[in-house]
């Protein structure tokens, strides 16, 4: 089992910036391809980013391309995003999640998640 805790959100006007902590307890992730996704409110969980199990970065949504960075610290345990040029349209609660491989990330299947942290942007 892996537990996964998500740090960092927080309140910040646009233009900001923020950075995103997921740290993993129970076994090591690096094995696993690392994701964030976020959901703002009345709206679907989305697919914000991810990287593969030796650090590269996998994709990004076209909402983020150019604002957002993702990076993993396997001796920590730890997953961060880096989010610069904040707009409001990013608020949202921003998961990080598991998956067994890039077939699964595709697919949306991941194995673990965690609760969410919640980012606002105001204008």
């Known amino acids: 089992q892996v537990q996964l805790v998500e740090s960092g959100g927080g309140l910040v006007q646009a233009g900001g910036s923020l950075r995103l902590s997921c740290s993993a307890s129970?076994?090591?992730?690096?094995?696993?391809?690392m994701a964030w996704l976020r959901q703002a409110p009345g709206q679907e969980r989305e697919f914000v980013t991810a990287?593969?199990?030796?650090?590269?970065?996998?994709s990004d949504a076209d909402f983020v391309k150019g604002r957002c960075t993702i990076s993993r610290d396997d001796a920590k345990n730890t997953l961060y995003l880096q989010m610069n040029r904040l707009i409001p349209e990013d608020t949202a609660v921003y998961y990080c999640?598991?998956?067994?491989?890039?077939?699964?990330?595709?697919?949306?299947?991941?194995?673990?998640w965690g609760q969410g942290t919640q980012v606002t942007v105001s204008s």
């Open positions: 999640a598991c998956a067994a491989g890039l077939h699964d990330l595709i697919r949306g299947r991941y194995d673990y």
């Open positions: 129970g076994r090591t992730v690096n094995s696993y391809v």
């Open positions: 990287i593969s199990w030796s650090g590269g970065s996998i």
